[in-house]
């Protein structure tokens, strides 16, 4: 093993990137090159530095994920979560290559080297959304770079209450994912207005040229106030303040989650609390409101009271009891 003086030195000259030849190393630190060399060697071999030989000279380059020195629990759940997320995409080869370099870099965290990485995907499950389709990876790449050139597609989409598709040109601006699925935020360029197509739905998508003189539409965010993905699409839209009372099991839990970025929380009690949110759009919050069934009480606004209410009396219809079928019911 080199000095551990002559590494020091050699580890600071080699950090600020440039190309540093062993005969201007030695002459900078009055050793030999041979000694240099044996310095490099160590680093390489010994600390894993991404240490490149040329003619020109030994060059410190960026390391790779797989050369990541993982010094944390928090860079351990970074690797982990990003390790289980890639297995969504399924057998493309580069999401593949991706999740090897991610566990080489787990091998050389001091707590994880001797484990079994590959074994993660029996402990850690990600579950999509009940119901959503994984999509095209494909189609979310073509989107991608379509967002990232500021161009113009043609679509081909089919809307989730018709069995026909039909193609449409946009200009898209973002990519979200909202409840387990991803949309593509666009202007219709055919009809006018910015929607939202969700990308599971899109078969087909090529690129088209701008006209002369084309002018990108402006993005106008409604989602900063959206519970999901519905929105009224109206720039000064109103605003609700949802105020939710819930009870037992789901109060605890309610002090654990996030429902939307404007949410505070009031604790009645240990076993009830009061959410509140504001939000531009109530049809997936009364969704949200009735999956704690009993548990919840809408306490503003009146409208979503409503909404709730008449959505029970239509859910207690499909469930007619003996008295409302034998007649004795008036």
């Not at 002459?27 to 060399?37: D, F, M, Q």
């Not at 709730?308 to 009396?313: H, P, R």
């Amino acid at each position: 093993m080199p000095l551990p003086r002559h590494l020091q030195q050699v580890r600071s000259l080699l950090r600020d990137g440039k190309v540093r030849t062993a005969a201007g190393m030695a002459a900078e630190l009055e050793c030999s090159e041979r000694t240099i060399r044996r310095c490099v060697d160590y680093l390489r071999d010994e600390e894993g530095w991404p240490l490149e030989a040329g003619k020109h000279g030994y060059v410190l380059r960026e390391p790779t994920v797989a050369e990541a020195q993982v010094s944390s629990h928090s860079d351990i759940a970074a690797l982990a979560m990003a390790y289980v997320t890639l297995r969504e995409i399924g057998d493309i080869e580069l999401g593949v290559r991706i999740r090897a370099e991610i566990a080489r870099a787990c091998r050389h965290a001091d707590d994880l080297g001797g484990l079994r990485w590959e074994t993660l995907d029996e402990f850690v499950e990600q579950r999509g959304g009940a119901g959503a389709t994984a999509g095209d990876p494909g189609i979310h790449g073509h989107l991608t770079l379509a967002i990232l050139n500021r161009q113009i597609i043609r679509i081909r989409y089919r809307r989730i209450e018709e069995d026909g598709s039909f193609t449409v040109e946009v200009y898209p601006h973002r990519l979200i994912n909202r409840d387990q699925c991803w949309y593509v935020i666009a202007a219709d360029l055919e009809r006018g207005g910015q929607k939202a197509y969700a990308v599971p739905r899109i078969s087909e998508v090529h690129p088209v040229a701008s006209p002369p003189g084309f002018q990108p539409p402006e993005f106008i965010d409604h989602y900063a106030h959206a519970f999901g993905i519905w929105t009224p699409f109206e720039p000064d839209g109103t605003l609700h303040e949802v105020s939710v009372e819930l009870r037992g099991y789901w109060a605890r839990v309610a002090q654990e989650r996030r429902w939307h970025p404007s949410q505070t929380l009031e604790i009645l009690a240990i076993d009830r609390v009061r959410v509140n949110f504001r939000v531009n759009e109530l049809v997936e919050v009364k969704s949200w409101v009735l999956r704690f069934g009993a548990a919840a009480r809408v306490i503003a606004p009146e409208a979503l009271r409503e909404d709730v209410q008449a959505e029970i009396v239509g859910m207690a219809a499909n469930y007619p009891t003996s008295a409302d079928c034998d007649g004795s019911r008036p």
